[in-house]
């Protein structure tokens, strides 16, 4: 190939969704496990994002960070910060956060009303 | 070109049809943090570098098999052209936030085939494939086609290589059009995947791709004796 042909390449648009705001809501659950991880410091924030990937298209990718350079919407939830990406939060409205205990450990659950279906071990969906 | 396939034809029968053939293909560039890591969670083969894939839907029936062509800071994918669109609509809802572009070199690229290697000019990139050496090029820089399809048949069928609009459509998932060593058996979560797992791991793959002797009904390619059919 020739790397000259590849440089003149026509881009593809890429239709970005349009930003939708964000409603969400956090399960009593996942409001104590989110008090024991952040403490009394609410400098942190807990940033909901979607990755592509995972058995059925996107994977939920959720961290607790301080900041990010993501373009994102920040909401306030029972006095945590939460941060949804703008470029994913029409795949986001409407969830509820909540953690769930398991035999293998416990971990933060997301129902989501957008998703058609998950996968087998609920972090993926589309 | 035409001199050499004679030469060959004389001496081996089973490698009859070698020659280069044009293919219906389109030339995608991406670019981008983790473009390989962006293509392995989407696709059934472990994407680490140059390879062969197959994007499926979550059903995990295909939706192209495409080649992946690291070059530089760029990723080329080279797939088959009617299924371009769908590929497009496939990857562009996945980008996301992620600083990925994607470009389309297709009308400046024209995708051959050729089944054995041949010296070309640096403007010509070759990868070795499982169906020949795939070579993609500016138009006026790339060698003259000598097969004809209905040789590049007789060699897909000779040596039960399937093809995209003949065995590999987007009805059949991978492993029923002889694609399962595309599939990886340990790489993990990829769109289909949880499909493709089980019908392995419960021995239930279905129909398969098979050579059988003429006549076929249900043929996917027919050669001269023989042709390739999908059946269980």
């Not at chain 2, 070698?18 to 293909?25: K, N, S």
Request: charged content about 20%.
């Amino acid at each position: 190939m020739d790397c000259n042909t590849c440089d003149s390449a026509p881009a593809i648009t890429i239709n970005v969704p349009e930003v939708v705001q964000v409603d969400l809501t956090m399960t009593v659950k996942a409001n104590e496990m989110l008090a024991s991880a952040f403490g009394d410091d609410r400098s942190h924030a807990l940033l909901v994002g979607v990755l592509s990937g995972g058995c059925s298209g996107y994977m939920y990718d959720l961290q607790i960070v301080e900041s990010t350079d993501q373009d994102c919407q920040e909401l306030d939830i029972d006095g945590f910060r939460i941060l949804i990406p703008n470029a994913t939060s029409h795949l986001l409205d409407g969830i509820e956060i909540d953690y769930v205990e398991k035999m293998m450990g416990g971990g933060f659950k997301i129902n989501n009303p957008n998703a058609d279906s998950s996968c087998g071990c609920g972090e993926s969906f589309s | 070109m035409r001199i050499l396939l004679v030469a060959v034809v004389s001496h081996s029968p089973e490698v009859f049809n070698v020659g280069i053939i044009a293919l219906d293909g389109y030339v995608l560039i991406l670019r981008g943090d983790r473009i390989l890591d962006f293509i392995d969670g989407l696709s059934t083969n472990l994407v680490d570098g140059n390879c062969t894939t197959v994007f499926t839907t979550k059903n995990a029936k295909i939706i192209d098999m495409v080649e992946i062509i690291p070059i530089g800071d760029l990723v080329a994918v080279v797939g088959y052209g009617p299924y371009k669109d769908q590929i497009l609509s496939h990857l562009t809802a996945k980008v996301l936030g992620s600083k990925i572009t994607i470009g389309d070199a297709s009308d400046s690229n024209q995708v051959m085939l050729s089944t054995e290697d041949i010296n070309l000019g640096t403007s010509i990139t070759k990868v070795k494939t499982f169906r020949g050496w795939l070579l993609i090029g500016p138009k006026d820089k790339c060698p003259k086609e000598n097969l004809t399809k209905e040789q590049f048949d007789e060699y897909r069928v000779n040596n039960i290589i399937p093809h995209q609009g003949h065995e590999i459509t987007q009805n059949v998932h991978p492993l029923s059009c002889g694609l399962g060593h595309l599939v990886h058996e340990n790489k993990g979560c990829y769109i289909g995947q949880e499909i493709l797992a089980r019908m392995r791991s419960r021995g239930r793959q279905g129909k398969r791709l098979i050579r059988i002797e003429n006549p076929a009904e249900d043929a996917t390619t027919i050669g001269e004796t023989h042709s390739l059919v999908i059946r269980k």
